[in-house]
T-cell receptor, first 117, second 114 residues
Framework: GAVVSQHPSRVICKSGTSVKIECRSL??????MFWYRQFPKQSLMLMAT?????????EQGVEKDKFLINHASLTLSTLTVTSAHPEDSSFYIC?????????????FGEGSRLTVL | AQSVTQPDIHITVSEGASLELRCNYS??????LFWYVQSPGQGLQLLLK??????LVQGIKGFEAEFKRSQSSFNLRKPSVHWSDAAEYFC????????????FGAGTILRVKS
């Protein structure tokens, strides 16, 4: 199947700093990528839909100024957690489809665990 | 809005025993239904999906699921569980009305005892 890769897999940062997480589709082009957040022992919550060449679409309750999403190319989307605080500590997962349909399989990255001290 | 309920947070089964993980959904139209598996610290892997047609869907690793519209359910089954099946399982629902979005259930952690 298609491969989606995230980097870094783990990051620890100090409170107040910004952290960037990359999501790459390695063997296909993704016009749309999705960013999810997963709290311990909870499900995945969709944060935003990242659209290549345009602004991301954020879910209700997600602060777009805090979670900056950039989809600069068809194979790369980045999530920047700005001025991170301990409550932002979480497991962030991106996903992408190989086609633009609603029924294509979603391929998930390995996830990035953010710990804010 | 669509929603997914996985009633069981944890399930423990013996190796070789059969397994059924429950999933109930709420969705106004014809749903797209998915089951994913997540190993600790890993991303998600698709086990199977249902869009239309035969309501019994076969997936990878010997898993199957049955869509029952009357019960709004999409339960995941496996006849004989292997120790390597221990993981967390997520049911998800999407559909044409909601574009590309998937809504996930809270997950069920499967433990396999030898």
């Amino acid at each position: 199947g298609a491969v989606v890769s995230q980097h870094p897999s783990r990051v620890i940062c100090k409170s107040g700093t910004s952290v960037k997480i990359e999501c790459r589709s390695l063997d296909f082009q993704a016009t749309t990528m999705f960013w999810y957040r997963q709290f311990p022992k909870q499900s995945l919550m969709l944060m935003a839909t990242s659209n290549e060449g345009s602004k991301a679409t954020y879910e209700q309750g997600v602060e777009k100024d805090k979670f900056l999403i950039n989809h600069a190319s068809l194979t790369l989307s980045t999530l920047t957690v700005t001025s991170a605080h301990p409550e932002d500590s979480s497991f962030y997962i991106c996903s992408a489809r190989t086609d633009g349909s609603n029924t294509g399989e979603l391929f998930f990255g390995e996830g990035s665990r953010l710990t804010v001290l | 809005a669509q929603s997914v309920t996985q009633p069981d947070i944890h399930i423990t089964v013996s190796e070789g025993a059969s397994l059924e993980l429950r999933c109930n959904y709420s969705y106004g139209a014809t749903p797209y239904l998915f089951w994913y598996v997540q190993s600790p610290g890993q991303g998600l892997q698709l086990l199977l999906k249902y869009f239309s047609g035969d309501t019994l869907v076969q997936g990878i690793k010997g898993f199957e699921a049955e869509f029952k519209r009357s019960q709004s359910s999409f339960n995941l089954r496996k006849p004989s569980v292997h120790w390597s099946d221990a993981a967390e399982y997520f049911c998800a629902v999407g559909g044409m009305e909601y574009g590309n979005k998937l809504v996930f259930g809270a997950g069920t952690i499967l433990r396999v005892k030898s």
